[in-house]
Structure formats: C-alpha cells, structure tokens
C-alpha cells in the first residue's frame, strides 16, 4: 500500500486555533448523524452507497460538518480551513482539486472493533486524513484494493458487497498529522475507546494531474 506521511502539516499556532474550533463550546455547528458507518458485515460502503442494511445493534451514532464538496456546497466556515488545504498542497507539491472536505466527529461507543470497510467514492482520486488531536480510534486500512480497471462500477459495487476484508495496517490519529492514501484503498475508521471520549478528523478526497506517490 502506498502513503504519504506528513507530521507537523500545519505551525503550532494555527493547528492550535482549528483544534480549540472543533473542539466545542464556542459556536462551531456539528451536524447529526443517526447512523454512523459502524462495523458489520452486512454493511459496507462503496463510494457514498450503502449496500445493505445496517442490524439495530450495529449501528452509531456522530456529527459531521461538510466544509466543502463537489455539488459546489460551501460552508461559511471553509475560510478558517483555507489555509490548511494550501499547506497541503504545498506539502505535496502539486495542484490539486478539491473534491470534499469533510469533518467527522465520533464519539465512544464502548465498541473495541473498527467501523465499515469502505472507499469515498468509486472514482479515481487521493484520500487524506488530518488527525486535530492525539486520541485512540486507528484508522485501519484492509488489504482489500477497488481495482478501477477490473470490472464495470457495478461488478466492483457487488464485488465490495460480498468480499471478506483483511487488515493490512492501522494508523493511529496524532495531532497535526496528515495521512495521505490512494482512494481505491478500502479502509475503516474506529470510534475512540478508553479515556478518549471523542476524535475529531478531517476527511480530504481531491485529484491531481501527477503520481503523488511518484513525486514524494
């Protein structure tokens, strides 16, 4: 599996300033999800489709904020992230197109295991992570590969139905860190476990006209 690995993306006192943002109690707006991508084997995603229903006791519960997605739906927020979406793309030294920004929230549910393998979308595009703060709650990424040259969108749609998933490596949210991955990889977060009641992250998906494995 290829990744890209920035720690530090962002200086200490504007990581700082986006962390005590999300954190709450000072009118940043979180948006209720009922159904949260929580593990099962009867459900797992493909792009922004669920494949079958979810068991009552599977499910869980967050709160996202989109900052920015490709049907032109901007948040009023966005501007206080700008800056962080050109750090990114400095650090990986090529232009790229933004095609969501995502914040999740996800709170802990006592459940030790990973939530549902899953890709962001069945298109060509790179996938990112930036970790707000240090927390438990890995994000695992499964040996599992969305081959786009391996079958029509809905042979692969059945194909992420009904294949069995294998752990290949987790990584473990670290504040100011951004986590970079090829977006056909399948991969699952984990809600926070232990002392950690919440875990902020920022989901990125964009493309690039360049390898960005090749040129860093």
Not at 81 to 86: A, G, Q, T, W, Y
Not at 143 to 150: I, L, R
Request: aromatic share 12%; glycine share 4%.
């Amino acid at each position: 599996m290829k990744y890209i690995q920035v720690p530090n993306l962002l200086r200490p006192t504007y990581h700082s300033k986006l962390y005590e943002l999300v954190k709450g109690m000072n009118g940043f707006p979180w948006y209720f999800l009922s159904e949260d991508v929580s593990y099962s084997t009867n459900d797992i995603m493909f792009g922004e489709d669920k494949l079958l229903d979810m068991p009552e006791n599977e499910k869980a519960i967050g709160f996202t904020h989109v900052l920015l997605d490709q049907d032109n739906v901007e948040s009023p927020w966005l501007p206080r992230f700008e800056p962080l979406l050109f750090e990114v793309e400095d650090a990986l030294k090529c232009p790229l197109k933004w095609l969501r920004v995502r914040l999740a929230l996800q709170l802990n549910n006592g459940k030790e295991h990973h939530n549902a393998p899953h890709t962001d979308s069945e298109k060509d595009h790179y996938a990112a992570l930036y970790y707000l703060h240090d927390c438990t709650g890995d994000t695992v990424f499964m040996n599992e590969y969305d081959d786009p040259n391996k079958g029509t969108v809905e042979e692969r749609f059945y194909k992420a139905r009904t294949q069995k998933y294998t752990e290949h490596m987790r990584v473990t949210p670290e504040a100011n860190k951004l986590f970079v991955f090829d977006g056909h990889q399948f991969h699952a977060s984990s809600n926070p476990t232990g002392e950690h009641k919440w875990r902020v992250a920022l989901n990125l998906n964009f493309i690039c006209d360049e390898d960005l494995f090749a040129i860093n």
